[in-house]
């Protein structure tokens, strides 16, 4: 008799991603759907899908979703959510819609402790458009739209997301991870559940920063991507828990 | 029920409540201040929600969600703020979400004045959202009158799933004048949300859709919307009054505070023997063609608060740009009835 060891996890569907090679939206697609699933919330849960790469969010979870306008998925969360405050809300966005676009509408939305979760995809790069330069790309690191690389003194700085947003008051729980290796792939779904727990207790906002690879837009292999993220992002975007209101931080 | 006396935004508020609007979003702005305060006092009382957004846009968006998720809602906002939520507007007619917008115009362009204009035409019929699309436009001119557009509006949003304008101006929603709140609007066959809302799809998706990549199928969506929506409501939701029209020779074509204005000059006018009356369009898209086939009329004279922004829809209305005249003022400048009656003989003065 055969046991099964591994599956799809029933939010998903049978779609094919269209991703690249190496890019870690596929990773985070997965682990939400394993987090819903295991909260029970698969026939529960709604999906805000941002502007960006991951636009056809809407073509991979059985939830139901919503296209959103570029960066405004909290200010649609909050509409959802105080209509359904029994549904668990996801919004899924990435750093070009979250933190250029989008800012005004997390930092309120955070600020107020709407009660849902945003997956915050930092991979310091607009991926749809074709690697222009975004809020979080790295001082040196090459875009389109900085070709010689950032230049802060003409280009600015990035903006560390996770660190900004747990000054306030309103979010219950903000935690920074990697997709980068296995053993961070297992932290990160460690802190969407914990994000979606928070949720369903009402604890107020909670938002997990995944920081993740580009390889297209970089120029680099997957393999080499990943590295990236180690040697580079991570030292940059520090991992680790920014706010857990349970634990008094 | 006996008429009440009440401002105009409040009178708004309240209407919202009794056509059970369940989330307002909106964003301080003058001269519609009194709406937000009101709702955000009242709705709560009522089992709905109140949301004091970050920004126009943000308001919009949260409609976007809210009316996604089934709930009936409205924002409420004046010219600049209504600039910027066009692109949420777009967002919501492609999503086929309902939803009211509440519009108090004021002068303009930029933040311009706060003083009651009509300046604001254009931007309500033909939108500044991208793309090709249609919006009901509502457009009262009297207190009574804005309470009984804005019930109606949830009902056609309902209805065709489209955002709906009441597109009003400070003067109106400045002002207080008796009201009855139990004036019945029609009620229509809605589908119940749950066939599509989000919330409501277990396991088979209720998507609600802001991108068609393949273009073949965003063509076809487009075709769909002309067909099913924007023909319909041309052929069922067109509304006008005409006044003192049955021996007119002359009209004037007014909407909201200065049909008002040209009602008194209709007055003047008439005790010096000049057969005037008023077309009063109170949907100004679909926009009415009707009263405009009248031929005994040999001149069309749009009065509004602003330069003529309505005058190419009276000339394609009539077929006949030469019949159409035109006296505004604008910029937060309101016409006393001399000055329309002083126009309208001058006017009608050189074409005889």
């Keep these: ?249 | 029920m006996a008429k009440v006396l009440m401002k105009g935004n409040e009178a708004t508020g309240k209407a919202a409540i009794l056509a059970g609007c369940k989330f307002f979003a909106g964003y301080p702005i003058t001269p519609q201040n009194e709406v937000p305060e009101y709702l955000s006092r009242e709705l709560p009382l009522a089992g709905g929600t109140f949301v004091q957004a970050e920004s126009e846009v943000a308001a919009i968006n949260m409609l976007y969600g809210a009316g996604s998720a089934g709930a009936r809602c409205m924002t409420s906002s004046s010219s600049p703020g209504i600039a910027l939520k066009q692109e949420g507007i777009g967002y919501c007619v492609f999503g086929e979400v309902p939803c009211v917008i509440n519009s108090v115009s004021r002068g303009g362009p930029a933040l311009g004045t706060i003083q009651p204009s009509q300046q604001d035409y254009n931007q309500a019929t033909r939108g500044g959202a991208n793309g090709d699309y249609h919006i009901p436009v509502l457009a009262p001119a009297s207190i009574q009158e804005a309470v009984d557009a804005i019930k109606e509006a949830f009902e056609i949003a309902d209805f065709y799933r489209t955002p709906v304008m009441v597109l009003q101006d400070g003067l109106i929603g400045q002002m207080m004048e008796p009201v009855d709140f139990d004036k019945p609007v029609k009620k229509r066959e809605i589908p119940p949300k749950s066939e599509w809302a989000l919330g409501y799809g277990k396991g088979n998706p209720h998507i609600i859709e802001g991108i068609v990549i393949d273009a073949p199928a965003c063509e076809q969506k487009n075709l769909r919307f002309f067909k099913e929506k924007y023909e319909v409501m041309e052929a069922n939701e067109v509304r006008y009054e005409e006044y003192m029209m049955d021996d007119a020779e002359y009209a004037f074509v007014a909407y909201g505070s200065s049909s008002r204005i040209c009602k008194t000059a209709i007055k003047t006018l008439r005790d010096k023997g000049i057969k005037i009356g008023l077309i009063r369009p109170k949907t100004l898209w679909p926009f009415p063609q009707v009263p405009f086939q009248n031929k005994n009329i040999k001149l069309f004279i749009d009065v509004e608060m602003n330069m003529g922004q309505m005058v190419p829809d009276v000339a394609l209305a009539c077929n006949d740009k030469n019949k159409v005249k035109f006296f505004g003022r604008c910029g937060g400048m309101i016409p006393s009835p001399e000055e329309v009656v002083a126009a309208a003989e001058k006017i009608i003065g050189g074409a005889e």
């Excluded at chain 1, 390889?215 to 520090?238: H, L, R």
Aim: aromatic share 8%; proline share 6%.
């Design chain 1, 1 to 249: 008799m055969s046991t099964t060891i591994f599956k799809k996890p029933n939010g998903l569907t049978d779609r094919k991603l269209h991703y690249c090679p190496g890019c870690g939206h596929g990773i985070v697609h997965r682990l939400i759907a394993e987090c819903i699933d295991e909260l029970g919330e698969t026939n529960n849960t709604v999906i805000l899908a941002p502007v960006g790469c991951a636009v056809f969010i809407p073509n991979y979870f059985v939830y139901d979703s919503i296209h959103c306008a570029h960066g405004r998925a909290p200010a649609t969360a909050t509409g959802v959510k105080r209509t359904h405050p029994d549904k668990t809300v996801i919004t899924y966005q990435g750093d070009g819609d979250l933190a250029s676009i989008g800012m005004a509408e997390i930092v309120h939305a955070a600020a107020r402790g709407e009660k849902f979760t945003t997956i915050f995809i930092n991979n310091g790069i607009y991926g749809m458009t074709g690697g222009q330069m975004a809020p979080t790309t790295l001082p040196g690191m090459k875009a389109t739209t900085a070709q010689s690389g950032r230049d802060v003194h003409v280009n600015g700085n990035p903006i560390r997301i996770a660190e900004l947003l747990s000054s306030l008051d309103g979010p219950a729980y903000i935690e920074r991870v990697a997709v980068d290796s296995p053993a961070h792939v297992v932290k990160t779904k460690a802190a969407i559940k914990k994000a979606l727990q928070y949720q369903k207790e009402g604890l107020g906002f909670s938002l997990v920063e995944v920081v993740s690879s580009c390889p297209t837009n970089w120029g680099m292999s997957a393999v080499k991507a990943m590295e990236f993220v180690k040697d580079n992002m991570i030292p940059y975007y520090p991992l680790g828990v920014y706010k857990d209101i349970k634990e008094g931080k």
